[in-house]
């Protein structure tokens, strides 16, 4: 069992937790994933290592309340566990060597791109931030993003907080005027990252991007998580989870990622609200009300 250490609410739909966790923490470096289960029947789920404590022997992860599993999640609070916690999985993001870098964050994937970019700033490395939302009362880690990036543009879809419009914006213009960059990290919604490599390609800018599909074990097993990638004019099929989760943008099939992203959507939405009426059967008959205090 793993207990959780903190719980930090970002926004409506997006929780921060502390995870004492000490095996995890000290080998986890940006870029990796755990998979963790809520408990015995739940199931397994991946979600990005948001940073780490060697030290304490914490995992921090962020998440975003979208189906059963994250629900179940962020009913837990500070002193419960969590069932199982593992990893770190995956490939840290190849980071030597690189002077200038442009970091794009979508949403919840901001969480992700953080200690990736908190990483460079350590390393000496130049960072120019771009992060966006669907409006400001979604924005998060504005603040850990600024400390470690010399340029840091937020957008929002609706111009509610920084400026109007999406993340290839500022990256086009930056790209028009001659900014060049040793790479650009994007991270977040398969249809922003398809479309930072858009706008990157007319530059020949190179773009890393990390995808993060269905995932079940983690260890290439299920298969759930295959990419296909084009090589040379040719398709290969790769596994997010051992190969990645971070891939050359440009040769990626985005297309069938999403397509693949929607099949168990009304799956997601059917387990969700069972557990929404789930959680509320268990409120109404406590009637000492202490599932509605938490």
Known sequence: MYKILSKKQLNPAVTQMQI?????????????????????????????IAGADADKGSVKII????????RALNEKEPGDSIRD?????????????????????????????MPIAQELSKKGAEVTGIIGFRTKDLVILEDEF?????????????????????????????????E???????????????????????????VTVSMNPIMIDGTGMCGG?????????????????????????????????????RMYGEFERHAYESTCNLFSKDVSADSNGQKGAQ
């Open 20 to 48: 004492l966790a000490p095996l995890v923490a000290k080998k986890a470096q940006p870029g990796q994933f755990i998979i963790l289960r809520v408990d015995e029947d739940g199931e397994r789920i991946p979600l990005t």
């Open 63 to 70: 998440f975003q309340i979208v189906g059963a599993t994250t």
């Open 85 to 113: 916690f593992v990893g770190p999985l995956g490939n840290a993001t190849e980071l030597d060597g690189l002077k200038k870098v442009c970091i794009v964050g979508g949403g919840v994937g901001c969480a992700i791109a």
């Open 146 to 178: 600024r400390k470690c990036c010399s340029k840091l543009c937020v957008m929002t879809d609706d111009g509610s907080y920084g400026e109007c419009g999406n993340v290839t914006m500022p990256l086009g213009q930056m790209l028009e005027s001659g």
């Open 180 to 206: 060049k960059f040793d790479m650009i990290i994007a991270i977040g919604p398969l249809v922003m990252m398809k479309y930072t490599v858009q706008t990157a390609r007319p530059f020949g800018a190179p």
């Open 225 to 261: 998580c295959r990419l296909t990638l084009n090589k040379n004019g040719e398709k290969v099929t790769k596994f997010a989870c051992v190969d990645g989760p971070d891939f050359n943008g440009y040769e990626i099939d985005f297309d069938e990622a999403m397509a693949r992203g």
